[in-house]
Nanobody, 118 residues
């Protein structure tokens, strides 16, 4: 049973920092295809924020490059997103995503955590 639980969201002022966490269970057993953070603002489609691929390479959307850092603690099965210099356009629900290998990569999603920047 795969479970992803995000935490760390909140309301902050522009220029501040926040750190999101995604605690996972059941994902790493049997192989993982990568984990990432996505976000969805009101009226917009869900978009990639940052990912850690199965080879540990990271990639970021252009809008957050240089401000956000994604990291993974395999011992704790936790994915993090450190966000610096937050902007109003970063306001969105942030979702944790994990791909579990079950003969193919099956995507799992957390419930999301709200980040509001004013």
């Amino acid at each position: 049973h795969v479970q992803l639980v995000e935490s760390g969201g909140g309301s902050v002022q522009a220029g501040w920092s926040l750190k999101l966490s995604c605690a996972s269970s059941g994902v790493f057993f049997g192989g993982i295809c990568g984990m990432g953070w996505y976000r969805q603002a009101p009226g917009k489609e869900r978009e990639l924020v940052a990912r850690v691929e199965s080879d540990s390479n990271t990639r970021y959307s252009d809008s957050v490059k240089g401000r956000f850092v994604v990291s993974q603690n395999n011992a704790e099965n936790t994915l993090y997103l450190q966000m610096h210099n937050l902007k109003t356009e970063d306001t969105a629900v942030y979702y944790c995503q994990a791909g579990k290998w079950i003969g193919y990569c099956k995507d799992y999603w957390g419930q999301g955590t709200q980040v509001t920047v004013s």
